[in-house]
């Protein structure tokens, strides 16, 4: 059954596969290893339309992880700013650096698992695609694809071991690496997590889901939970043209990102309401975001008084007109639009 799925599902990506800058086309020489594991970190948890311009501006900026891990936090960090979850950019250079000093990339998946920031998914995905080891490769997609192959009844996030027990059986010695796409690719654009595509599907006749009757209700779900939403308070403090910015603490939310200044609210609570510095201050209208386990509204406030100001601490003046290059991350970035 395994060596039918595989010799099935490759038959279909030859002819399939989603054309994606950072891939090789099916069957030929594995990409350049920066380039998949650059598209890996930037695709947890977020879609290939919104990483497609971001690889193409850090390969155009930085090429090579050579020179990758000789930019500056603060560089990558800015251009980072709008793609979320800022904890990938802060490994990203950690593991660049690890990488120029090894002279490249390791091919072994357990190699790969020890740089910074690399997790069982990413190492076994640059094993594969990059480097042709057999490694079993299991995101969102291919979870997707193997719980409704062998209709695994159990709900997530406990069902997780034997769909890779199961993706383990399915998977080849040779073109691991095409085989892990083509079941990513299978997952996007044919079983989607609504109405999923049968009567496209290559493996329609093999999937115990389909027989089911209720493909969609695989993978089974938890029950969400309610986000809990804080209460924090932004500060837009200009003077002659420019607009005070601080940098938030390298470690936890949002960390090492330029940002306006706030009262300190955090993902476990709402911010005190102090201001940067003494004086009243006029609401300019409140914004929205959700991060992935909380949401925060956020009030902008901006001084009355505006001769001889000066805040707080450490920060720099940004000029106003050039806001858009300070790489704010995207809360702040509303923030600022409000302000504006």
């Not at 020489?29 to 850090?58: C, G, I």
């Not at 690399?118 to 057999?134: E, S």
């Not at 309610?226 to 910015?245: N, S």
């Not at 009262?263 to 992935?292: C, K």
Request: charged share 25%.
């Amino acid at each position: 059954m395994s060596a039918s799925i595989s010799d099935i599902l490759l038959d279909w990506y030859a002819s399939h596969a989603r054309s994606l800058p950072w891939r090789a086309p099916p069957g030929t020489p594995a990409p350049d290893p920066y380039r998949v594991w650059l598209s890996e970190v930037m695709l947890q948890q977020t879609t290939v339309q919104a990483v497609k311009p971001y690889f193409a501006a850090f390969i155009e900026r930085w090429p090579t992880v050579a020179a990758l891990a000789a930019a500056s936090d603060e560089d990558v960090m800015a251009a980072w700013a709008g793609l979320g979850y800022y904890s990938r950019a802060r490994n990203l250079v950690a593991c660049a650096r690890a990488v120029a000093e090894m002279g490249g990339f390791p091919d072994m998946e357990s190699e790969l698992r020890a740089l910074p920031g690399v997790g069982d998914y990413t190492a076994a995905a640059v094993a594969a695609i990059a480097f042709g080891r057999r490694a079993v490769v299991v995101d969102a997609n291919v979870e997707r694809v193997v719980a409704r192959l062998f209709a695994l009844g159990d709900p997530l996030p406990g069902v997780r071991k034997a769909i890779r027990e199961k993706a383990d059986t399915i998977t080849p010695a040779e073109r691991a690496g095409d085989f892990a796409q083509a079941m990513m690719d299978l997952g996007a654009t044919i079983c989607t997590p609504r109405d999923p595509k049968c009567l496209l599907c290559p493996l329609r006749d093999m999937c115990a889901a389909r027989a089911s009757g209720d493909p969609a209700r695989f993978p089974v779900k938890p029950p969400k939970k309610a986000k809990p939403v804080r209460q924090g308070r932004a500060y837009w403090i200009e003077r002659d043209g420019a607009v005070w910015l601080v940098r938030r603490e390298g470690r936890g939310m949002l960390g090492g990102m330029r940002a306006l200044p706030d009262d300190g609210w955090s993902a476990r609570g709402d911010g005190s309401g102090d201001p940067p510095l003494d004086g009243r201050f006029e609401s300019l209208g409140l914004v929205r975001h959700a991060f992935t386990h909380f949401a925060i509204e956020l009030a902008v406030l901006r001084p009355v008084e505006t001769d001889c100001i000066q805040p707080d601490g450490e920060g720099q003046w940004w000029p106003i007109a050039d806001i858009d290059e300070a790489g704010l991350p995207t809360l702040f970035a509303k923030a600022a639009r409000l302000a504006l």
